[in-house]
């Protein structure tokens, strides 16, 4: 195994990087907010947001990091009232998971190193081949349906039909995440993460959830470990990548293989 180099003061050395991929399927119909800029007044509530070269829908990595965040942070019972914005935001301790995963934004010194470099880089989800096709034949170019909602009119109950565009339960997206590790401990925070995923899954991505939008699911996981040697010659040495899981079926089933990987290579290191 390769020596990690050793850590300055700050106590943080760089190991190497899960790569986490899979599908995220839409269970019900997803609104993610585009811009509106473009649209004829009268036109569309709320398009969904598109690549602005491919024109396909897609999630910001953002919008899900963002969305996971979030839902950890209410696990952990760490959503504050921010301490000088007198808002509630996500708040910046530096010594939860929420932070070490997601990262801090303080002006604190002494937060920020407590904190270290946030972990988890989480690319934008792109329409898979497989669903690009599906897709593409009821919906042409758009790969969105528009489903009109009615508005209920409060004193006179006449519906108002509001055309709303979403992406079509059954669309799935490729996902990337990575997680870089910088201390032993925090192969552990990987377990956190599958916990925001789990949670998202009982929640909502996207706008409308409370209407039935934006229930998704995680599919064909796959998670491999980069290690430092990995990144130290071109082509990468014959075995440096290790394979943590593989076509994992569910969150679930990936957290536990998570789980059983960490304690085993704890107790080879306490061995
Ligand atoms: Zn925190």
């Not at 839409?26 to 007044?41: D, K, M, N």
């Not at 952990?76 to 010594?95: F, N, Q, V, W």
């Not at 990468?236 to 998570?258: C, F, Y």
Request: aromatic share 8%.
């Amino acid at each position: 195994m390769t020596q990690a180099p050793s850590s300055a003061d700050h106590g943080y050395s760089f190991q190497g990087k899960f790569v986490l991929t899979g599908e995220l399927e839409c269970v019900t119909g997803l609104r993610i907010g585009g811009s509106t800029e473009g649209f004829e007044i009268g036109g569309l509530d709320n398009p969904v947001i598109r690549d602005p070269v491919s024109e396909e829908p897609y999630i910001p990595g953002s919008s899900l990091k963002g969305k996971l965040r979030h839902l950890l942070e209410w696990k952990l019972g760490k959503i504050e009232r921010h301490p000088k914005h007198g808002i509630y935001t996500a708040h910046s301790c530096g010594d939860c998971p929420a932070c070490w995963i997601f990262g801090v934004a303080s002006d604190e010194e002494d937060v920020r190193k407590r904190s270290g470099p946030s972990r988890l880089t989480v690319r934008d989800a792109r329409l898979t081949a497989a669903c690009r096709e599906k897709l593409a034949e009821p919906t042409g170019r758009l790969f969105t349906e528009i489903k009109s909602e009615n508005a209920l009119d409060r004193i006179t109950s006449s519906a108002m039909p509001r055309p709303m565009e979403r992406v079509p339960p059954g669309a799935c997206f490729g996902i990337e995440m990575i997680f870089d590790v910088y201390r032993d401990d925090d192969r552990r925070l990987l377990h956190d993460l599958l916990t925001a995923m789990r949670l998202l899954e009982d929640s909502a991505l996207g706008s409308s959830g409370s209407r039935g939008y934006g229930k998704v699911r995680f599919k064909n996981l796959r998670l491999v470990w980069r290690p430092l040697a990995y990144y130290s010659q071109y082509p990468p040495p014959a075995g440096a990548e290790e394979v943590w899981a593989e076509e994992v079926a569910s969150t679930d089933k990936l957290q536990q293989k998570i789980g059983e990987r960490v304690e085993q290579r704890a107790g080879q290191a306490a061995g």
